[in-house]
């Protein structure tokens, strides 16, 4: 490929001697499961998210999983959220026993669209999950607003937005509590699956430390029936020494989000990625609009240009919600958004010789179409 979606490669290069002396020091130790480099960096992102409690789990999904289940949701409770979001956003919503109720998108910022809110909710609700979408945080305020008039939790799904902010705040610390994911790919990504829970709030942040060890808190003793959903030290060590250099790479990749945003503002069919005033934009995905999208991907694929699409499907069209009865036209927004958006090579060591490749090919899309 000339240029890849991701160059995790390329990171590595940068940083090798760090990583692998955090590893061989793990090995060294042969301390596996939790210990001193476990919380370390909970400690580390507790401070960088700017909360009392950091809890290291097993991946994103069991974040929210066992944030969910803290929350203690009954058989037939309601949870909404977006419909435009990976996946594990509604399965965790479905594995913790309650009903996702999807809501559709702003246009602009691809996120939950809190004029939309206030009509899905019931006597049923109990919470509501916002992700922040691509890098670039929900209008938490609006969400935030509603949720404490009828007396609902807020769960940020901050898997794609670690480093960005609203309104001066950190992303993960505008709700009751936020779900971090450190896949390999996320701006902060583990040598492995991982993931972490952050909260203030003292009795969810006890709840989910016994539910991601078997309920337990005193060998052999269980207080409530929980899982294992521990996050491995190698990890940790990797992860350590990754966040020091997150800032940095986050700003790289807004760095980078200019430079196509602007050759795209004299491309008159392409619509660039918008950043909210609110907003401080990671850019864990940059994402545009532009007409016959299919066919950008496959000349884009066949020039050896990376690109995805997220996502393809909105959740409320997923064969395994059908049913809830939703039909496509119940959310327009994502389903209009889920046929034009192209997402296009943005990690922090790509080129700008490599974006004007990528740029090229975008023109020419556009000259045949
Ligand atoms: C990646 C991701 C998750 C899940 O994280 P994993 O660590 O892969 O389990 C959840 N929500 C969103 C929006 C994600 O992008």
Redesign the pocket.
């Known amino acids: 490929m000339t240029v890849p979606m991701i160059d995790l490669q390329a990171q590595y290069r940068q940083i090798k001697p760090e990583i692998d002396a955090a590893v061989a020091e793990v090995l060294a130790s042969q301390v596996f499961i939790g210990g001193p480099n476990v919380e370390a960096l909970e400690e580390a992102i507790a401070v960088y998210a700017g909360v009392k409690h950091a809890i290291a789990v097993a991946?994103?999904?069991?974040a929210?999983l066992l944030l969910l289940k803290a929350i203690g949701l009954q058989p037939g409770d309601e949870v909404i959220t977006t419909t435009f979001?990976?996946f594990?956003?509604a399965g965790a919503i479905a594995n913790a026993g309650a009903t996702p109720v999807f809501v559709d998108v702003d246009s602009a910022t691809y996120n939950i669209d809190p004029a939309l809110i206030e009509a899905r909710i019931t006597p049923k609700t109990r919470a509501i999950v916002p992700?922040h979408?691509f890098g670039q945080c929900a209008d938490m305020d609006a969400v935030m607003e509603i949720a404490a008039r009828h007396g609902l939790y807020v769960i940020e799904?901050n898997?794609?937005a670690l480093g960005a902010t609203y309104k001066g705040r950190a992303a993960g610390a505008l709700g009751h509590a936020a779900?971090i994911?450190?896949?390999p790919t996320?701006n902060l990504g583990g040598a492995g699956?991982?993931?972490m829970i952050v909260t203030r709030d003292n009795d969810l942040a006890a709840h989910v430390r016994l539910l991601r060890a078997h309920g337990s808190d005193a060998a052999y003793v269980h207080r409530i029936v929980g899982t294992n959903s521990r996050l491995d030290a190698l990890q940790a060590a990797v992860l350590r020494v990754k966040l020091e250099h997150l800032d940095t790479w986050n700003e790289r990749r807004r760095a980078n989000a200019d430079y196509y945003s602007a050759a795209f503002g004299s491309m008159a069919r392409v619509v660039p990625p918008t950043e909210h005033d609110a907003n401080h934009h990671v850019y864990h995905q940059y994402v545009i609009r532009l007409p016959r999208r299919d066919q950008a991907v496959e000349l884009l694929r066949g020039k050896g240009i990376g690109c995805a699409v997220f996502y393809p499907l909105p959740l409320h069209s997923q064969a395994c919600f059908a049913h809830l009865g939703y039909t496509a036209s119940d959310c327009p927004q994502a389903t209009r958004a889920s046929r034009e958006v192209l997402a296009l090579p943005i990690y922090p060591e790509l080129t700008r010789e490599q974006q004007d490749q990528v740029l090229a090919v975008v023109h020419e899309h556009l000259a045949g179409a």
């Not at 991946?59 to 069991?62: F, I």
């Open positions: 991946s994103g999904t069991d929210l979001s990976f594990a956003t992700v979408l799904d898997a794609q779900a994911s450190f896949y996320k699956d991982g993931g």
